[in-house]
C-alpha cells in the first residue's frame, strides 16, 4: 500500500509542476505576443480601412470586439469579417516570431468568404506582407487571384 501511495504522490507532483510550467509557459506567450498584436490591431484594422473600431486578442488568440455594450464575440460577425482579422492577426504573428528566419507560409483558398470590396482590401495587405516573406497561395477562382 505504502509503495502504491508513494507511486500516486509522485505523479500527483508530477502533475503540480507541469500544470505550473505550463501556466508559465501561457504568461509567457502572452507578454511576448498578446500585448504586441493587440498594439498592432490599430495598425491592421487601419489597413483594412475598419478605424473606429477595437479589438482585442486574449490568450487564447481569440478576437473580440471591444463596443459600447461591452466584448463581442466574433461569433456573430460574418464569417467574411472573421476571415479577415484572424488572417490580419497571423500574419503579424508570424512577423512577431520569425524575425530573422522567414518561413513560406501557405494560404489554401483563405479568402473565399470575403465579398469584393474586403477582397481587395486583403489582396493589399498579403501583398505587403509577401514583400518580405513567400507566399504559396491556392484559390478556386480567378476573383481571388493575388496578381
Excluded: H, W
Excluded at 11 to 38: D, G
Excluded at 40 to 51: F, P, Q, T, V, Y
Amino acid at each position: 500500500k505504502e509503495s502504491l501511495m508513494e507511486e500516486i504522490q509522485k505523479k500527483i507532483e508530477l502533475l503540480l509542476q507541469t500544470k505550473s510550467f505550463l501556466m508559465k509557459a501561457n504568461e509567457n506567450v502572452s507578454s511576448r505576443f498578446i500585448q504586441p498584436v493587440n498594439s498592432a490591431m490599430s495598425e491592421i484594422l487601419g489597413k483594412l480601412n475598419m478605424r473606429g473600431r477595437e479589438f482585442l486578442v486574449d490568450t487564447d488568440f481569440s478576437i473580440k470586439e471591444k463596443t459600447e455594450t461591452g466584448i463581442k464575440e466574433l461569433e456573430y460577425s460574418s464569417q467574411g469579417f472573421q476571415d479577415m482579422l484572424s488572417f490580419s492577426m497571423r500574419m503579424y504573428l508570424i512577423k512577431e516570431i520569425y524575425k530573422k528566419e522567414k518561413p513560406f507560409v501557405v494560404l489554401d483558398d483563405t479568402f473565399v468568404n470575403l465579398d469584393d470590396g474586403n477582397m481587395e482590401k486583403i489582396k493589399q495587405l498579403t501583398k505587403e506582407f509577401a514583400k518580405d516573406n513567400q507566399i504559396i497561395y491556392t484559390c478556386c477562382n480567378s476573383r481571388c487571384s493575388l496578381r
